[in-house]
């Protein structure tokens, strides 16, 4: 491929909800500029960008992939993204590095929730918005339902460069509205057409549509409307001429009739990107910030680079991949670059230009492009590049918090730490996936989007690895307190020939404060008790704590006081204080009506108002408690106080009752008591594991 500079290049985010044929379109466009000889199948799995294992097995997408090619003499870089909410991080990172998002729609479902969500994450990145309704050679087509619904949900100036004329089985003929064409496309799939005039009704059609788009394009310049208005109309070259600043300016959303499969449609869609689609020019400066924080432009005719990495992926046995746009001067294989996000320095290695798993190396790539490089040692997604006298970071991509949890349970120890590097490697690849150790329950809890996402993490871990590891409902971290005072007097004595061991200890109990922890204090008079064992008794019954006494969860909002004992002039020692100081608080513990506590976390439930009734109820039968409503733009926000043990997979659960258009942010509040029930179950429960132990 030839040299191209920023003018030339159409950077584009494929996005969409999820099963609207982003992948096979994409395919199309790649058969189209002549790169691969036909549309892959996602069931065999032989599409281009659907070339990793979990993705065959899935017969979904779950990485964002890369993919280049030439169309009248312009570069496009596609980046063909998942449309499941479970790998939300791959399309929120291609619109950060994009110039124009293309939003694909199921022609037989309309606008869903991933494409509000797309749309709108575009819109707030200030890129132009294009439309792809793609499926159009499937059963129940709705094409005029769905540009009309485009419409409601995204402005009136969603507009139809092309139209459907035999959608459904067997559709291959559009309405081609610039040129005022019939376009018929071959049933091969190799996306060749013949095109003749459109006549009679049709070109009635046309005309119409063209009244309409030449008002739009007039808005884009004061004197293009006084011509209008003087004229009531604008000549072909003048349309023409404008259509890119109308787009560039959001008064027109183009709208296309494809199907990705058939490759009907796609061939005129990319002649429009290619005329009229943003480039990196459209958008000659960025802002970013200085060491001390202020905002500084950088320019793309700059003579210093500057990369921003929006994608790590970890290969076995093909090596890592760091994905990068340059946004400023010229990146060249074996440059020197400072990595200002991390203040370190990265040689950049091999340049590849992709198509899914076809690498093809270049020895430089200019201002406005997109590639990778082999990974690089110490940069991670997010980081900023920069050679010469730049030293600046460019804006990172704001993630969702994870809000479903899960646990890896593990066959052997021995893969332990193989385990940890593999995770470490899914985090780098997925901001929105998260890992950790957690002693307390002693489990490894992976949290993320969604179950899939979870699913196939934990799926990686085992390929990559070869490790036996099975996915698992988390541990609940209850905790054990008392509702009153009690006290004990301990003595422990052993003698088994030689040094015994001795000591005495009376403690008293009583119950603090929620949130309050263990608060440990010593009263002792007199020369009873050395004061050197005080510290040997709180140890005891710290480790108490921590193991539990009813039902083995931690201990907490306890005060206990030390307040005198007993010691042997020989016997007496450490170990025995300890011993004792354990055996004093579990004694007191279990006369102090002891019970348990379970977290309560605060959620936040973000609905469309016809769910909200729903999501009250669902929300009521998990022992939550509703703290309010309030309005959030088009949204309705619910506040609830729940117990955790009712949100494992809410997640899944709040997608299923608001037809995937509810999202929840969960964070830790308080503990409380656990009610009755559920308390005599978790007791018997500890009975059972403690006596098959």
Known sequence: MKDFLAADIRNCAVVGHASTGKTLLCD??????????????????????????????HQMSVHATLLHAEWLDKKFNLIDCPGAADFVSEPLSALRVADF???????????????????????????????????????????????EEARSHFGAKVFPMTIPLNPGPGFNRVLDVMRSEVVTYATDGSGSFTEEPATGELAARVKALHKELIEYVAETDDSLMERFFEKETLSEDELREHLHAAIQQRIVVPLFAVAGAANVGVARMMDIIAKYGSSPVDRQKVIAHDSAGAEVAVPLDGADPCLFVFKTLNEQHVGGLSFFRVYSGCVKHGMDLRNVTRQGSERVGQIF??????????DHLNAGDIGAAVKLRDTHTGDTLCGGALNVTLPTVEFPKPNIHGALQVASRSD????????????????????????????????????????????????????????????????????????????????????????????????????????????????????????????????????????????????????????????????????????????????????????????????????????????????????????EGKFQ????????????????????ITAGRGRHRETFSHYEEVPYEQESRLLDRAQQLATAG
């Open 101 to 147: 998002a293309l939003v694909v729609v199921n022609a037989c479902h309309g606008i869903e929730p991933g494409t509000d969500m797309v749309y709108d994450t575009a819109r707030a990145y200030d890129i132009p918005r294009m439309i792809a309704v793609n499926l159009l050679d499937k059963e129940n087509t709705t094409f005029d339902y769905v540009l």
């Open 416 to 631: 332990e730490e193989k385990i940890s590097q593999g995770l470490h490697e899914l985090q780098e690849e997925d901001p929105t996936f998260v890992s950790r150790y957690d002693p307390e329950l002693k489990q490894t809890i992976i949290s993320g989007q969604g179950e899939v996402q979870l699913k196939v993490a934990a799926e990686e871990v085992k390929r990559r690895y070869n490790v036996d590891i099975s996915l698992v409902e988390p541990r609940v971290p209850y905790r054990e307190t008392i509702r009153s005072g009690a006290e004990s007097r301990y003595r422990h004595k052993k003698q088994s020939g030689g040094a015994g061991q001795f000591a005495e200890v009376w403690m008293r109990i009583e119950p603090l404060p929620r949130g309050s922890g263990v608060e440990f204090t010593n009263s002792l008079v007199g020369n009873n008790v050395d004061r050197v064992f005080v510290a040997s008794v709180e140890k005891g019954v710290r480790a108490a704590c921590e193991e539990g006494v009813s039902a083995g969860f931690r201990v907490q909002d306890v005060k206990v006081d030390f307040y005198d004992g007993k010691q042997h002039p020989v016997d007496s020692k450490d170990i025995a204080f300890q011993i004792a100081g354990k055996a004093a608080f579990q004694e007191a513990f279990k006369n102090a009506q002891p019970c348990l506590l379970e977290p309560i976390m605060n959620i936040r439930v973000t609905v469309p108002e016809s769910c909200v009734g729903d999501v009250m109820g669902d929300l009521s039968s998990r022992r939550g408690r509703i703290n309010g409503v309030d309005t």
């Open 353 to 362: 230009m992709l198509n899914g798993r076809e690498r093809a190396a270049v």
């Open 637 to 656: 926000v619910v506040d609830a106080s729940v117990p955790q043990a009712e949100l494992y997979r809410y997640a899944t659960h709040l997608r299923s």
């Open 28 to 57: 199309a466009m790649l058969v189209c500029a002549g790169q691969i000889g036909k549309v892959g199948s996602i069931e065999a799995g032989t599409s281009v960008s659907d070339h990793h294992a979990d993705e065959r097995e």
